[in-house]
T-cell receptor, first 111, second 115 residues
């Protein structure tokens, strides 16, 4: 099975940088995903890591260390619209490449 | 391009009533399909997934069931709703047989309130 932990809430200021951590314990690992979910909406894909290291996409970066069972999502130059829940998800080797999601980190960006 | 539809968008049902939520995907063939439930302020719980017509796998035993009568249609059902079935139901699809950057794409969701 999979166990995924991430902080429940975080607060940051507009223009700042914030790092959202995710730790996992898994019976099988086939990639880690980050999704963004605004209140009342569906999650949208942000990033994917399967190898160790940093993946950068504009203001968002995601890091993975498989040996430590650890990932983080880094958001730079925060904007008010970045206020949302950020979900960490681990994929296993199942037939449908199932994802197991963490409970999400609710980020509030203050002016 | 691919699109995913879910309906209804919102639903209020009494305890003990039946449920049918529908999800359809356009623009792709033989997708993997998923049903998730999200309780208020919580993460996504995988309920069912399907790799093909008539092939359903259940992740959590409960009073819900799923069916896939057509390649791009996925239905979530219940014969008798419980209060605990309230939540935000999300359908998702993904491309089969691709190893990397294999994200799931989510539909707009159905918000179900059981009263």
């Amino acid at each position: 099975g999979q166990n995924i932990d991430q902080p429940t809430e975080m607060t940051a200021t507009e223009g700042a940088i914030v790092q959202i951590n995710c730790t996992y314990q898994t019976s099988g690992f086939n990639g880690l995903f980050w999704y963004q979910q605004h209140a009342g909406e569906a999650p949208t894909f942000l990033s994917y890591n399967v190898l160790d290291g940093l993946e950068e996409k504009g203001r968002f970066s995601s890091f993975l260390s498989r040996s430590k069972g650890y990932s983080y999502l880094l958001l730079k130059e925060l904007q008010m619209k970045d206020s949302a829940s950020y979900l960490c998800a681990v994929r296993d080797f199942g037939s449908a490449r199932q994802l197991t999601f963490g409970s999400g980190t609710q980020l509030t960006v203050l002016p | 391009s691919q699109t995913i539809h879910q309906w209804p968008a919102t639903l209020v049902q009494p305890v003990g009533s039946p449920l049918s939520l529908e999800c359809t995907v356009e623009g792709t063939s033989n997708p993997n399909l998923y049903w998730y439930r999200q309780a208020a302020g919580r993460g996504l719980q995988l309920l069912f997934y399907s790799v093909g017509i008539g092939q359903i796998s259940s992740e959590v035993p409960q009073n819900l069931s799923a069916s896939r009568p057509q390649d791009r249609q996925f239905i979530l059902s219940s014969k008798k709703l419980l209060l605990s079935d309230s939540g935000f139901y999300l359908c998702a699809w993904s491309v089969p047989d691709r190893e990397y950057s294999y994200e799931q794409y989510f539909g707009p969701g159905t918000r179900l309130t059981v009263t």
